[in-house]
């Protein structure tokens, strides 16, 4: 019966309505009215058509309830169907945002996997690259002894720095002292000849003597000027190589 009032099952389903059992009572009310009216009585054949008539009303009657009630069965089924669109409704929607969810979930949790991963590799190709090179302790002791052998260079370079300029003073001096010592040279060689050209002029024994003394005496002393000078260029050609 519910089959057929939700209509579900095959063949025709016939409907009741209130039209239809309004004409089925006119019709049982005019038959009965026709019946009671004549004075010998109702017949048999306004009987049967009364009888007749009564079970249509009774039909279309039990049909029009079974209409109200097919009606009243689809609303329901109506209505629940409704509560269970929006229920599954709610249903897909908290599975959407559950979802949603996942994926911003997951996907968080690739990028800092990914992030992950490029560390690592990093950190295998900066491993790689520590492992090929000397170690920290090595290379900083290497560090150390360059540093000490730079400061003793230092070192030694200032000295000789310091030892040049001395030698360069010195040399200095010296080549002073060789040109005062040639310019000295120089004056007694030219009174020399002055006094070799007055002694010629001069006929005196006694001057000539005088002068020969004089003569022998700047001989003497040009000579040890000379050797005085010979001495010095040797300590000067000395002293310039040991500056070079």
Known sequence: QERLLTREGGGVLLRGTLLKCSHRYREYVQL????SASPSGATEEQKTEIRIA??????????????MRKITLVADA????LAQYEQATKQIDA??????AEIDRLQTEL?????????REEYESLAKMANVRPARRETEAKLQQIREEMGRIAEEEAA??????????QFHLLMQAVNDLKSTIAEDETKKRALEEAAEEDDGDDDAMA?????????VEGADGKAAAADLGEATEAMETDTI
């Open 32 to 35: 009965v009215l026709a019946a």
């Open 54 to 67: 009564k079970e249509s009303l009774q039909r279309e009657l039990r049909l029009h309830a079974l209409e």
């Open 78 to 81: 109506a209505e629940n169907e």
């Open 95 to 100: 599975d959407v945002a559950a979802t949603r």
């Open 111 to 119: 990028t800092y996997e990914k992030k992950v991963r490029q560390n």
């Open 160 to 169: 000789n720095v310091a030892e040049l300029e001395v030698r360069a003073k």
């Open 211 to 219: 002068e020969d003394g004089e003569v022998a005496d700047d001989a």
